[in-house]
């Protein structure tokens, strides 16, 4: 199994990124994928969720309106387009998979396969 995030980088606050990840050796479009971050000092919290088909999608408040997560089956692939990125979204992003429905799968003990994680710092 391999996952990989790549799209980090330091961003003034206002600006963009487009985060990717590139996943392969599990059966992709079995999994729902979600994104990840975690801060200096604080605990991994899930940002988004996307389900098997791609039709339903999960952000929690901190994000939602600014960001969107996609997925390509065919590609086995998923996206995390930034916007409107404020120093609070400072943190490492990590992509997973979990069995689990979006719903459900909230807490980073429920993901079975992780990446090594990107870093987005948003300062000026």
């Known amino acids: 199994v391999q996952i990989v995030e790549s799209g980090g980088g330091l961003v003034q606050p206002g600006g963009s990124l487009r985060l990717s990840c590139a996943a392969s050796?599990?059966?992709?479009?079995?999994?729902?994928l979600s994104w990840f971050r975690q801060a200096p000092g604080k605990e991994r919290e899930r940002v988004s969720c996307?389900?098997?088909?791609?039709?339903?999608?999960y952000y929690s408040d901190a994000v939602k309106g600014r960001f969107t997560i996609s997925r390509d089956n065919s590609e086995t692939a998923v996206y995390l387009q930034m916007n409107s990125l404020k120093p609070e979204d400072t943190a490492v992003y990590y992509c997973?998979?979990?069995?689990?429905?979006?719903?459900?799968?909230?807490?980073?003990?429920?993901?079975?396969?992780w990446g090594q994680g990107t870093q987005v710092t948003v300062s000026s």
């Open positions: 050796g599990f059966t992709f479009g079995s999994y729902v």
């Open positions: 997973s998979a979990a069995r689990e429905t979006c719903f459900s799968a909230r807490f980073p003990r429920q993901y079975d396969y």
């Open positions: 996307i389900s098997r088909s791609g039709t339903t999608t």
